[in-house]
């Protein structure tokens, strides 16, 4: 399972809104809503995040353990 946790927390210390995200990499709310639930999104959403923040995929996700 992927965790998108590192990215809601990089998203506060860049004192960013979900909204102004989706803004900057030019994606939907309704992705950046799949990925607060934990649902899974293509590998190039991700890269449009990374781009917009200028970070790595480390940077904003980890895998974990299911449950």
């Keep these: 399972m992927v965790s998108y946790k590192k990215l809601w927390k990089l998203l506060i210390d860049k004192e ?12 939907s709310t309704y992705t950046l809503t799949k990925m607060n639930k934990g ?7 991700l890269v449009k995040i990374c781009k917009a923040l200028n970070c790595t995929f480390d940077d904003i996700m980890e895998i974990v353990e299911g449950e």
């Design 39 to 45: 649902d899974s999104v293509k590998s190039d959403t």
């Design 16 to 27: 960013l809104s979900k909204k102004e995200l989706a803004e900057k990499a030019g994606l």
